[in-house]
DNA sequence: TAGATTGTTAATCGATTAACAATC
DNA sequence: TAGATTGTTAATCGATTAACAATC
């Protein structure tokens, strides 16, 4: 929690405001409006003044939005000044395709380390990351300094390993299992990617 | 569109209550309430039961929902009464990680095929997915009637193979690139997967 | 200056929740 | 029967949008 409680569902979009205006810098733009920013979005315009107006002024009446200084502001914003290194937990089929996935870089994450119970998997190196045992989760989480996690363990373990992720200080995860995780929400974030939820969100308008 | 427009917000939560009473029903558990629902999924009762009554009663006042005729309803609803067949496009890591996944099945879906550009990996089989040249897109999805695309290409492909699917006829979309991708809202339905939007919202809250 | 676009207020719209009669 | 819980209506709450004065 912080400023006055802003909606969390205006936190949500900054990010998609975020990434749409690093895109728009990336090639070589400079300015843009609310008007253009939404139509790019699939959003109005009016929302993306409201939404940025919880924070402050970021434009000028007449020219709108200035890209370098909106993106520096939303990330100030965001707490992506600095990078947020990141635990991968599990390293199976997902655990590594996330530690080979370059597109954190950038965004302001970096993948540092994974960890599993199989101690064939221990010791070893996937792209850049290495894998630790995950007896010692707390320990080196702590050497780390590691506040966010990413959860790829098999589902039955998801729970369990969970409980133990909050024990050891972790603040946000992001859950790629298909379980519903429950955790004290005064001590961390949670949120979940279960690609099959959206499909059958989907599903119900097909046919 | 189906039934008389019922909001997408609705529907968004059938999947959730689904995987909740597939999770019961998995235990031996034969009966629940909307506030046994409602606690398990951080739901308040009412939401439960008024989401339900647009399509019907289900219920018996007093004694709740019967779990398996409710699962048979919500699973009909969501046309997941027969399996949709899958096709992921792009058989980099992300692409053969979702091969590999098991987690489709019994849900509703079944991964097919596989598409790429390079001749390395066409002719190849990634678990059980034969991989096809991306230049017979058309063709196979056709042969093989699929109507959901999981996109898994390089971002710089994103939108020019997402336009090859609507072409062919495919219905719903889930977007594995970062690419905020725009489609005719009329022929095809997307909705995206962008891990690092999540993160950047929990960031948010995080020191 | 004239045109464009912001920031903000008020109006509208939609979603959630409380409450309760109906009834198993 | 008494207790529990539904389905539904009405009240509340919150989010989106329209409108416009301010001003670059």
């Given at each position: 929690?912080?400023?006055?409680?802003?909606p969390?569902?205006v936190i949500s979009?900054?990010?998609?405001?975020?990434?749409?205006?690093?895109?728009?810098s990336?090639m070589?733009v400079?300015?843009t409006s609310?008007?253009?920013?939404g139509?790019?979005?699939?959003?109005?315009?009016?929302?993306?003044r409201?939404d940025?107006?919880?924070?402050?002024?970021?434009?000028?009446?007449?020219?709108?939005?200035?890209?370098?200084?909106?993106?520096?502001?939303?990330?100030s914003?965001l707490?992506?000044?600095?990078?947020?290194?990141?635990?991968?937990i599990g390293a199976?089929?997902?655990?590594q395709?996330?530690?080979?996935y370059?597109?954190?870089l950038?965004?302001g994450?970096s993948?540092?380390?994974?960890?599993d119970a199989?101690p064939q998997k221990?010791?070893?190196?996937i792209?850049?990351c290495?894998?630790?045992?995950?007896?010692n989760l707390k320990?080196k989480?702590?050497?780390?300094d590691?506040?966010?996690?990413?959860?790829?363990?098999?589902?039955?373990?998801?729970?369990e390993?969970?409980?133990?992720?909050v024990?050891?200080?972790?603040?946000?995860?992001?859950?790629?299992?298909?379980v519903?995780?429950?955790?004290?929400?005064d001590?961390?974030?949670?949120q979940?990617?279960d690609?099959?939820?959206q499909?059958?969100?989907?599903?119900y308008?097909?046919k």
């Open positions: 929690m912080a400023e006055k409680n802003i969390s569902i979009r900054l990010p998609k405001y975020l990434i749409t205006l690093e895109r728009l990336a070589g400079e300015n609310s008007g253009e920013l139509a790019l979005l699939n959003i109005t315009p009016a929302q993306i409201k940025l107006s919880f924070f402050g002024g970021f434009g000028k009446k007449g020219s709108g939005y200035a890209i370098p200084h909106l993106i520096n502001s939303i990330r914003i707490n992506l000044d600095s990078v947020w290194d990141v635990a991968i199976g089929k997902i655990g395709a996330l530690a080979l370059e597109g954190f950038n965004r994450f993948n540092k380390i994974l960890f199989d221990i010791g070893q190196k792209g850049n290495q894998v630790f045992d995950i007896k320990e989480l702590r050497e780390y590691i506040k966010v996690a990413l959860l790829a363990v098999p589902q039955v373990h998801a729970q390993v969970a409980d133990q992720l024990q050891a200080g972790i603040k946000a995860i992001l859950n790629y299992t298909p519903y995780l429950t955790c004290p929400n001590e961390v974030y949670v979940q990617i690609p099959i939820l499909l059958q969100h989907m599903t308008y097909l």
